[in-house]
Nanobody, 126 residues
Framework: QGRLVESGGGSVQTGESLRLSCATPGSDYKASSMTWFRQAPGKEREGVACLYTFDGTTDYAASVKGRFTISRDTAANTLFLQMDRLKPEDTAMYYC???????????????????WGQGTQVTVSS
């Protein structure tokens, strides 16, 4: 199994942007769902966005749709999450995860993912 390495987190003000990266050294995940999750203190881990590497289809949580964009640089084996118009409620530890197969309707189910990164912290202050 490969490993996932997140980076790009930080502390920003409301309305600012961040771009998270998830490197997948040594693995190209040709037909896999690659998903960003987040977990705030005291809350359940929640799915943010999913990308199916085979055809590039994406899906988003309602809370981030229109503000966040998931993408992938195939040559660099890196997944991105562009986060614009950030809000304090976006504050969380962000993780990337991968699972064979398409995102599908159950992409937000964290239990299906078998490979996880270590997380990167995002803090948005008002």
């Amino acid at each position: 199994q490969g490993r996932l390495v997140e980076s790009g987190g930080g502390s920003v003000q409301t309305g600012e942007s961040l771009r998270l990266s998830c490197a997948t050294p040594g693995s190209d995940y040709k037909a896999s769902s690659m998903t960003w999750f987040r977990q705030a203190p005291g809350k359940e881990r929640e799915g943010v966005a999913c990308l199916y590497t085979f055809d590039g289809t994406t899906d988003y949580a309602a809370s981030v749709k229109g503000r966040f964009t998931i993408s992938r640089d195939t040559a660099a084996n890196t997944l991105f999450l562009q986060m614009d118009r950030l809000k304090p409620e976006d504050t969380a530890m962000y993780y990337c995860a991968t699972d064979p197969g398409s995102c599908g309707p159950a992409w937000m189910n964290s239990g299906r993912y078998i490979v996880w990164g270590q997380g990167t912290q995002v803090t948005v202050s008002s």
